[in-house]
């Protein structure tokens, strides 16, 4: 046997073997496994009984249409698996495009400009190498079925007998993972029925937002019973129910939770704490910061685009209208933002107008506690000032979770500089799903004891008779964190000196302290504002 024909078998075999891959590979990570690809396509086969009964030029014809086909849903497979990955959820082809921007711009603020480009080369190289060695293999293979009629008929007709038999006894090596595939078609169909099902949900959430119980509230009737307070809006990034439940993290962060109820306490406050579900899992913040804003659930980039676009009571804007001054500080606001003027901000603090002089932390522009002293010292520091509103976004506990900063004495963090020194003493960063699983998870868990013991420390020493805080998780951190099936609840808690203001959430049910336990109520995010205005409402 020559070389040409040895090379000419070993291309027709790869080409075999990539086509049966992208025929039963899974979408998902939970079932990529061996096992998984020990399974018959029923879409081969009828796609190579197709190829047989059709004439020669057609039959080329339909082998690119069905190599394109089979190329482009291998593509959304791979998006699949990494939006699970991540986010914990498969893509949606029709409103998810915009997070691969936001997926661009983390990779740029982890690992630099070039980083990015060459994430995104890659990324494209990857695409195209796909849809083209796809097709030129569907091609390939035809030519063999063609060459090779009676043994590929006999072929399909002897695996389409077994294929129903496995089918009618439900065999399986794999659990939940059946032998009779027809996993690349129930993807197409699945996908097609997410888009059509967004075109719905446009309709759905359009009446939605139509109603609002507060819209028509008078100004003077908002918010009564805060009436000279400072209330602080807070969320920490990725901090969920795992964080405080997982056996992993819990014995260190409800430690940190409890030594942090004894300090709150010596200062004079007190807290109430509860889950929240939010609508998002493993990123996307400002879904949930829109849904805890709005009191609707804004799950997709659709619903928070149509939001933005609405004139809907915030919770920031109610404040505002109530004679609060309102500002958002947002470390995380590296580029132009104009959805700031839906929120109803007198002030936004973007990353640029806290004056930090140190280093980034990966994501995170700067430590937690900097951007919580800034706020300070922005606002509530200066003599005489009107009650405020903020809403404060804390990213330290951003993936990829290293490098991390130490706390410091507050006298001591001056313009940032400080932590010039810090920023050489962890490794550099990497993408969360190229690392070790069990270093990644004691890198988030650190991460979350910073940023609660950062704001435990503020109120500590800032926080004042009037201070009222809301803390809360954003969303639930990646899968490779707290595995696949995770809830998407999230701790909230809310702190105050002034008993009376807790004497008001005393119907809510919140358990005592800053940690909520297994049985504390679960709200959905979207109730937190209707509620919130009714109880401190008059």
Known sequence: MTARRVAARVATALAGLLVLVALIAPNGTAHLTPGAFVRIPIEGLLGVALLLLLPARSRRVAAV????????????????????????????????????????GFVKASFGQLGAIGSVAAAAVLAAAVLLLVTLSVLRLTQ?????????????????????????????????????????????????????????DRKAFAAQLAVDPFR???????????????????????????????????????ALLADGDRRLAAAGFAARSAFLTSPTSGG?????????????WIDNQQRYRDLEASDRLTLTSAFRRASWRTVGVMPGVTSD??????????????????????????????PDQYTLLAFQRDEREIPKHPPLMAQIVLMSSHAPWSPLPRPVSWADVGDGSIYDSMSGENAEPQAILTRDPTRVRTDYRTSI??????????????????????????????????????????????????????????????????????????????????????????
């Open 65 to 104: 249409l069905a190599g394109v086909a089979l190329g482009l849903l291998t593509i959304l497979k791979i998006f699949d698996m990494g939006f699970a990955a991540v986010l914990a959820r498969p893509f949606d082809p029709v409103i998810d495009w915009v997070l691969l921007g936001a997926a661009v």
């Open 144 to 200: 063999l079925v063609v060459r090779r009629r009676t043994i590929a008929t006999r072929a399909v007709a002897a695996l389409g007998v077994v294929w129903v038999c496995c089918a009618l006894l439900g065999a399986q090596i794999v659990p939940g993972v059946p032998v009779a595939a027809g996993s690349a078609a129930g993807l197409a169909y699945d996908h097609a029925l997410q888009m059509r099902a967004d075109l719905r």
């Open 216 to 254: 028509n509230t008078p100004d003077d009737k908002l918010l009564t019973a805060l009436r000279g307070k400072d209330v602080v809006l807070t969320f920490i990034e990725s901090y969920g129910r795992s964080a405080i439940q997982d056996p992993e993290f819990a014995p260190q962060v409800d």
């Open 284 to 296: 996307g913040s400002w879904l949930a910061h829109s849904t805890l804003l709005s009191g609707l």
């Open 337 to 366: 933002w104009p959805e700031a003027a839906f929120y109803g901000y007198d002030k936004l603090y973007a990353s640029w107008d806290l004056g930090y002089r140190g280093p980034r932390f990966s994501f995170a522009t700067m």
């Open 449 to 538: 004891e910073y940023s609660l013991d950062s704001l435990i420390s503020y109120v500590e020493t800032y926080g004042g008779d009037n201070l009222v805080l809301v803390f809360l998780g954003d969303h639930q951190p990646a899968p490779i964190v707290v595995g696949d099936g995770a809830s998407r609840d999230v701790p909230i808690t809310i702190v105050a000196h002034d008993r009376a203001v807790l004497d008001r959430v005393s119907g809510w049910g919140w358990q005592n302290g800053l940690k909520p336990g297994p049985q504390a109520p679960v709200w959905r995010m979207d109730a937190f504002r209707d509620r919130f205005l009714t109880t401190f409402g008059p």
